[in-house]
């Protein structure tokens, strides 16, 4: 069983970070084909950097012959973040309606003009 991590230390990682972009953008990945993005990296290196993601709860790995497939947890994210984000959630919305009401403002100036031609 591993120990929980503290999934902003998991993520102060240049390479941990690095490493989840990679999952994001391509799905689930071995060991192996992640090395392939790390030269300066060793396999078992790949691998520990992955049992941290792992024990934050920020990836998930599925047996696949002799390999395991690591991926985004999408859910695990959710439950790291989720509670820290929705602090932060009213000023999101505040920009949002502003954004919302500046791009209305547009439209309708735009139909002003559209319709004057």
Known sequence: MTTAVDPF?????????????L????????????????????????SKHLMALRAAGLVVAEKDGRHQRYRVDG???????GPW?????AYWA???DRLRALAET????????????
């Open 9 to 21: 230390r998991a993520l102060a990682d240049p390479t941990r970070r690095r490493m989840l972009d």
């Open 23 to 46: 999952l994001a953008e391509r799905g689930d990945l071995t060991v192996g084909e992640l090395s392939a993005e790390f030269p300066e990296l060793v396999a078992s290196g790949i």
């Open 75 to 81: 859910a695990g994210f959710r439950r790291a973040f």
């Open 85 to 89: 984000v929705a602090r932060y959630e």
């Open 94 to 96: 505040e920009s949002l």
């Open 106 to 117: 547009d439209d309708e100036s735009q139909r002003r003009r559209d319709s004057q031609s």
